[in-house]
């Protein structure tokens, strides 16, 4: 899961992190009344995406009245980044702080180093909004500093990267409070990065956290209810969302072929399959091993919610779940939802006999298949042809 700029600063804040203090708004209104209290403030887009301040959702301005005109442009836009698509994502708050005067940005992050099972602090004095092509180009410039995370971070670790970094004296103090701090915010809250970019020394000699991102590990969320409670589904994927409520694991893709399967291997094969044959998934969509008539239809609903899906391919094996069922499921689905795209269904396993009974009496025009080659061959065609 991720979270908001302005929830990561209030987080790292709570666990020592020095964050410049700042006030959500959601109108230009809002916008000038809160930077009266500053000289020099910046304006920041509140959305899931990095890549703002290029994409222009990073603005400074030196009178409300100047903050209050961005702010009106601000809001309601699309933001385009790097990391958002080309649709790019809505702006509906902004965070306003006010502005710092910094001397160098680092680039700081805690991050799940999965091969060697443990956490890695990755570091670089050549932080700010060029930190990707940095470490594309100049992997020399970045620090990496594996941390145990049953033995902990130790004080000489912070020192030997504050050293990397050329920072002594207190801003070495400093620096090394942020990172134990970001370290015991990831352990305790389960969270698969924390990133500060960037992270700054200001002109008055203090460490400070301009910008901050975390994520969370879904699978702990029930562990941390008051994590939970940061989501905003309006960041999320609308399809996305909803699959959630009724558990089936779905992930959007960019293709046309709507795929509703279950088990997550079966559903990577289908994937697979179609684009063997000159197709392309709509979507990863695995029902789960107790797919009821209500899930089923919840995810046609899904799949018939995208414009994009020009044809729907069920390929469901029979194990725990019986044929027959799934048969009873598409087609109250179908029926109730009335299929506009053509649905092609392969059916395998428990009482599959049974079920493709169920399919022929519906009267509606399922197209049947064999097996899964000739399922996709069928999803392939019925959705325009092989690209
Ligand atoms: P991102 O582009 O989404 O990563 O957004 P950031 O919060 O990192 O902001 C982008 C850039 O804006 C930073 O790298 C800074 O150079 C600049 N910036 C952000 N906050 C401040 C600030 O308080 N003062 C100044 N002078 N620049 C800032
Ligand atoms: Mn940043």
Do not use: W
């Not at 002109?203 to 301009?210: K, Q």
């Amino acid at each position: 899961m991720k979270i908001h700029e302005y929830q990561a600063k209030e987080l790292l804040g709570a666990y020592g992190v020095n964050v410049p203090s700042g006030t959500v708004c959601k109108t230009p209104e809002e916008v000038y009344e809160a930077t009266k209290a500053y000289e020099k403030c910046v304006i920041k887009a509140q959305i899931h995406s990095g890549g703002r301040g290029k994409g222009g959702g990073v603005k400074l301005a030196s009178s409300p009245e100047e903050a209050r005109g961005i702010a009106e442009k601000m809001i309601g836009m699309q933001l385009v980044t790097h990391q958002t698509g080309p649709e790019g994502k809505l702006v509906r708050k902004v965070l306003v702080t006010g502005a710092a005067s910094y001397e160098k940005e680092f680039y700081l992050s805690v991050a799940a180093d999965n091969e060697n099972e443990n956490l890695v602090i990755i570091a670089s004095a050549a932080g700010g909004t060029e930190i990707e092509e940095t470490a594309k180009l100049h992997p020399e410039l970045i620090v990496k500093e594996p941390v145990s995370i049953f033995g902990g971070f130790r004080a000489y670790q912070g020192i030997g990267v504050a050293k990397k970094l050329g920072l002594t004296g207190t801003l070495q103090k400093e620096f090394i409070a942020t990172l134990r701090g970001m370290i015991r915010l990831f352990i305790e809250k389960d969270c698969s990065l924390v990133e500060i970019n960037p992270l700054v020394t200001t002109t008055d000699g203090h460490i400070l956290a301009l910008d901050a991102k975390v994520n969370f590990d879904d699978n702990a969320l029930m562990r941390h209810p008051e994590i939970a409670e940061l989501r905003d589904i309006d960041e999320e994927d609308p399809k996305e969302a909803r699959a959630s409520e009724f558990d089936l694991n779905y992930i959007s893709l960019d293709g046309n072929i709507g795929c509703l399967v279950n088990g997550a291997g079966l559903a990577m094969a289908t994937m697979d399959i179609i684009k063997k044959f000159g197709g392309s998934p709509a979507n990863f969509l695995d029902v789960g091993g107790s797919a009821t008539t209500e899930r089923v239809t919840a995810a046609f609903e899904i799949l018939l919610s995208d414009p994009n899906v020009k044809a729907i391919m069920v390929n469901i094996f029979g194990g725990i779940m019986k044929c027959d069922i799934i048969a009873e499921g598409v087609v109250t689905a179908a029926k109730k939802l009335g299929m506009t795209v053509p649905l092609v269904v392969r059916l395998e396993g428990t009482n599959v006999e049974r079920g493709k009974e169920i399919l022929k009496e519906s009267g509606l025009a399922i197209i049947p298949a064999e097996d899964m080659a000739d399922a996709a061959r069928k999803a392939v065609e019925a959705a325009g042809g092989a690209k």
